[in-house]
C-alpha cells in the first residue's frame, strides 16, 4: 500500500478534497492552503483510516483560526464505552477541534475504536497498550484502599 501525505500532495502542486475542506472551513484559498502545507507552516492531522469514517479535515498552523483541544480518557476505576463516548460527544458539541485519548484503564483498544469511529475530529493517543495500562491499573488498585460496603436497616 502506497500511502501518500497531505504534503507529499501538496508538494505536487495538487489541491486534495481535504484542503478543499479545510479553506472552506478556515475562509482562505484552497491555493494558501495547499502552499502552507507544501512548506510546512500547516497541517492537516487527516488519518486515512479515519477520514473513511466520520473526520471532518481541519487545519493547524500559522494561517489557521486557534484550535481548541479537549482531553479525555478512562481510568483504572472506572472505564467503559459509553461513558468515553459521552465525553466526546460533549467535547465536540462544545467546541473542541481536536481529541486526545488519555486512556490508561481497562478494554483501551475497544474504547479507542469506539472514539475513533464516533468522531468527526482528529484523535490523538497516548503510546501505551493494553498490557501497560493493565499495569498501571493493577498498580492504582494497589494503592486503593480497600472499599468496605455495610448496608444498615432500621426497622420502622
Request: charge should be negative.
Amino acid at each position: 500500500m502506497t500511502c501518500r501525505t497531505q504534503m507529499f500532495f501538496a508538494r505536487q502542486g495538487t489541491i486534495t478534497p481535504e484542503m478543499e475542506r479545510v479553506a472552506e472551513r478556515e475562509g482562505l484559498p484552497p491555493e494558501t492552503i495547499r502552499d502552507e502545507v507544501a512548506i510546512g507552516r500547516l497541517i492537516i492531522p487527516a488519518n486515512v483510516n479515519h477520514l473513511e469514517q466520520r473526520l471532518d479535515p481541519m487545519a493547524i498552523g500559522k494561517v489557521a483560526s486557534v484550535k481548541i483541544n479537549a482531553n479525555i480518557g478512562n481510568s483504572a476505576v472506572e472505564s467503559d464505552i459509553d461513558g468515553e463516548l459521552e465525553k466526546l460527544h460533549h467535547a465536540v458539541h462544545y467546541g473542541a477541534d481536536t481529541v486526545m485519548d488519555l486512556s490508561t484503564g481497562g478494554n483501551i483498544d475497544a474504547i479507542r475504536e469506539a472514539i475513533i469511529a464516533a468522531s468527526p475530529v482528529p484523535i490523538g493517543t497516548v503510546p501505551i497498550g493494553t498490557g501497560e495500562a493493565a499495569m498501571i491499573a493493577s498498580r492504582i488498585a494497589s494503592m486503593l484502599p480497600p472499599v468496605e460496603r455495610s448496608i444498615t436497616v432500621s426497622a420502622p
